[in-house]
C-alpha cells in the first residue's frame, strides 16, 4: 500500500489513557484490553500482517494489526514509520512459537491493534534510535533529545536519578539538613578559573560562579546547622576531558565535631547502601585505606586502580652506575614488569611510547626477557651486575616485559601510573563488574607552584594540616601533611574531603604560609575569620562527584553519558549554540563598552 495513498491525519489524545508501558504485559495479561503509547521503533511489513515494535522510556512491545481484528487499522498502519508517535488499543496474546523472543520483557506476548491514534509524526532522524547504532559524539550532542530516546542513554539518566534519591534518603535518615547555598557569589582562589557574571545594579564589578559550596558550608557549621549536606550544581573554568564537563555536580557533606573516622565512615556508609540498594553490590566496609606516598610508590598515582597488582618499583639505586646516561644521570628511575608482556609488538611499544608523552615522557625504554637474552635497544648498555639487580628487585621471569622511565618524580610517577592502566587493559587483568574502593590519606598541604614560585594549597586553603605540622608552614612548608581524605573507587576519584581550620589564628597562618598578607587575606576572606571568632566548631566533611560516581556505576567512560545536556570539549552546546553572543544594548545595560575599532591612517 502506498503512503500517498492514505490519508493519516494526526489526532488529539482526547480521552484515550495509558493501561501499562511498553515493557509491563507478559502472559500474565493475556486476553486483556490494553493501550500503549509510545514510538514506532521498527515497522515490518508483512503483506497481510503489519508489525511494529512500539517503545517507551522501560522497553518495547510488539504490536501487529491484522485483518481479523481491524482491516481499517491495517490499511491506515501503512502509513506508520519510525519515531511516529502512536497511542494503541487492542488486546494482548500470545506469540506464535516460533516468534517468541527471549530477549525482550514482553517477548512471549503481542497486542492485535483494534484501533490507535497518531499523535505526531517524524521527520527521518540524523541516526537511528537504538544502542548497537553508531553515531558520532558530535551529531548526538547536537540532538540530544533525539540521543536521549536511546535505550542506554535514558537508562543512565534513570540510574543517577535512583542514585540521588538514595543519596538523599540516607543522608535524611543520618540526620544531615539539606541547605541551598548561593550561585552568585564572590571569586575566591580555589585553584581553577571562575566563571564570572558581570552585575547590572553595581557595575563594575562581578559574581562568581561556585567551585564549590566550600566557604558557605563552613559557615553553615558555624551557624550551628550541625549536618548539613546539598546536591549542588558547581563551575569550573577549565580544560576539558572525558571525567570533566565546565558545569558539574557535588553532593556536598558537611559535619560538626567530627574527626576523620566519623567523616570517613558516614561516607562508607552512604556509598555501601547505594551500591547494594541501586545495583545489589556488596561493598565491604571499612573501605581500604593507604597513604599518599605508598600510593604513589607503587602506582604511581594518588587514585590508585587496585583491582590488578602491577606494582612499580624504584630501580633507581640498582642503574646508578650504568653506561646508559639516562639511567645514569636521572633523579628517579622506576621499571614496570608486565608478566607475559613480551608478546607485544614493536608497533604497540610504539603505541606506548607515544601515549606516556601525553605526560611529559620523553621516551620508554623496555627489555624483553627471552630465553637466551635480554631484548632491547639498552641491553648493550647493562652490565651484568645491573641485569642480575634488575632480575633480583623485579622478578624478572622468561616472558615478561619490563618498561622503565628516568626523569623528575612527577614524569615518572604520572607516566607510568598511567601505562600501568593501559597494560591492565590490554592484558585483561582489570576484573570486570568489580568494585575496589579504597582511602588516599595523607596527602601533602601544599604544593609549589613553579610559575607563580610560591606555595599553593593541595586541596584548598581550608584544609588542616595533620597535629604538629602547623608549626612546618614557617619552616619546612613541603613536609606539612593535610588532615584530607580521598575515596577512590576503581581508578576514579569519586569524593575528597578534608577536616577544616577552624580557628582565626591558625587560618591567618595558613593563609601567610599561601603567601597572603592580613590585608589581603581579610579583603578575600573577611567574613570566614570573622566566622571563626564566635565560637566555630570543630568540623569536616567531603564532597562527592555525582557525575563520575554514576558513569562508574553505569560502566560508562564518560560523564557526558550520564548528564542530561553536557557541553563538548569546547565548553559549547551543540544543540543551543550556547555560549552565543548578545546584542549591544544588553552589554551596555551591565556597563560594558565596547572596543570602537581603530581608524586606519589615511595614505
Known sequence: MDEARIKLETQPLGWWVRSHGCNDLTLEHDDREVCLMGWVQYRRDHGGLIFIDLRDRDGLTQVVFTPDVSAKALEEAHALRSEYVLAVKGVVRKRPEDMINPSLHT???EVAVREFRLLNRSKTPPFLIEDRAEAAENLRLKHRYLDLRRPGVARNLR???????EIRNHLHSAGFTEVETPVLTRSTPEGARDFLVPSRLNQGNFFALPQSPQLFKQLLMCAGMDRYYQVVKCFRDEDLRADRQPEFTQVDMEMSFVEE????SQSENMIARLFKEVMDVELETPFQRLDYSRAITDYGLDRPDVRFDLTLRDVTEVVRGSKFN???RAELVKALRVPGGAELSRREIDDYTDFVGIYGAKGLAWIKIKEDEWQSPIAKFLSQEECNGLTEALGLETGDIVFFQAASPEVVNSSLGCLRLKLGERFGLIPNDTFAPIWIMDFPLLEWDGDEKRWMARHHP?????????????????QAL????????????VGGGSIRIHTRQDQERMFKALGMDLEESRNKFGFLLQALEYGAPPHGGIAFGLDRLVMLMAGCSSIREVIAFPKTQKASCLMTEAPATVSVRQLRELGIRLREPEKKPEQ
Not at 573516622?261 to 570517613?264: C, I, L, N
Not at 604538629?468 to 612548608?477: A, D, F, I, T, V
Request: net charge negative.
Open 107 to 109: 517477548g512471549d506476548i
Open 159 to 165: 540510574l543517577r536519578s535512583q542514585v540521588v534519591h
Open 261 to 264: 573516622e566519623g567523616v570517613m
Open 326 to 328: 639516562l639511567f645514569a
Open 462 to 478: 581550608f584544609t588542616s594540616p595533620k597535629d604538629g605540622h602547623m608549626e612546618l608552614l614557617e619552616r619546612e612548608p613541603g
Open 482 to 493: 593535610a588532615r584530607a581524605y580521598d575515596m577512590v573507587i576503581n581508578g576514579q576519584e
